[in-house]
């Protein structure tokens, strides 16, 4: 029979080393760490990992036991996440919806905790609301960074509130269907989101397009070289007031002919946009680049107008929001680096729909394709001219 497992000196008191899974050793060093062995990259040896804190509670340790083993342990909130996603409810769900909350789904198993776990580690029935309220606030919020040098991690509040609004659906569903017996993210009340825009001045924003322009032109594998939709899509963004996923699923069916159809998203109206020079430009490098991409490449070519999209990655494919997003931070901080920009000169590609339909002239609302009046406000950030107040005439 196998002697039981000798306890460290310094194994923190609430764990019984007897009940600590195989594969999850202490490491007694500093304050002491929970950790692994993977094979190590070169092919000698070990690797030692961190997976938790001091603080880890036993439970912790053996749902991430039954995480390396790619089990996700009963009751946990990574556990309750799949077992949704495989639910009638979750594939009753528009393809978009269900996309997004694939995305929250995959950032909440990832997120750390302070125990050195993460979020999808963690029980649903040992959580209280205020754990939730206290989760919901750092995403809204942001933190300084854990270690000296990190930097600052901003806040998100929008974020904040899809996460909350999706953790309280997927916990109230595994509450009906026995998986949980509590919801803790029931009755939390959403953060207030910042009307905060980051419209770019039209100087800042042509100072980027053209950075991005040059980039792009020093070839695939230079140093510092950019993908070139970056700075087609800044244009299409702009002239044709779209948000980012209206830009990047652009298609042939949408620019043919003189004009450019949009295809608005959340309720609002589409309309015609008349191509001036820098759209035609935009357009014709999106097409001689696809081309390129799918000669190179071989394959069938779609033959519907609508499949054969403007924005494909190098594989010839539509290009997707995560792919776009790379390659957009990438060009924003090597923009800073070069000192283009600041790091608060900073903005993403739907700002430029605000700087649209600031800079258009005429009916904006039309223009914008808004069907209300409050929304062109929001997105409107024109100062109007008025005149002054008239001194009142004096009585006679």
Known sequence: MARPRKAPPNLPAHIDYGLVPPGIYWDRTGRGRWCVQDPHPDGHGFKRKTVAGPTARLSDLHAIAEGRRGEAQRGTIAYVIDQHAKSLAFNQLQPSTQQHYRDYAKAIKAYPLKNGTTLGAAVVDRLSPGFIRRLIDVIAQGRPGQKPGDPTIPGYPTKANHWLRYLRRVFGWA???????????????????????????????????????????????????????????????????????????????????????????????????????ETEEAIAMLRARRAAIWEKNGGV????????????SEDGERLTEDGWQTAWGRMMRNAVTDRVITSDQRFGLHSLKHRGITDTKGDKQRASGHKSKSMVDRYDHELPIVDPSSDPVPAS
């Open 301 to 312: 070519i779609p033959i519907r107008a609508e499949d054969r999209y403007l924005f494909v």
């Open 175 to 277: 509450r009906e269907h026995d998986h949980v017996t509590t919801n803790p993210a029931a009755g939390i009340k959403q953060v207030k989101e910042k009307g905060a825009h980051r419209m770019p001045t039209v100087d800042v924003f042509r100072n980027v397009q053209a950075y991005a322009k040059e980039c792009s032109a020093r070839g695939p594998r230079a140093r510092g070289a950019v993908p070139a939709y970056l700075w087609a899509a800044m244009e299409l963004a702009y002239q044709a007031r779209l948000r980012g996923i209206e830009v990047l699923t652009l298609a042939d069916a949408h620019v043919d002919g003189d004009v450019l159809r949009t295809n608005r998203r959340k309720g609002s109206r589409d309309n015609l946009v008349r191509k001036g020079a």
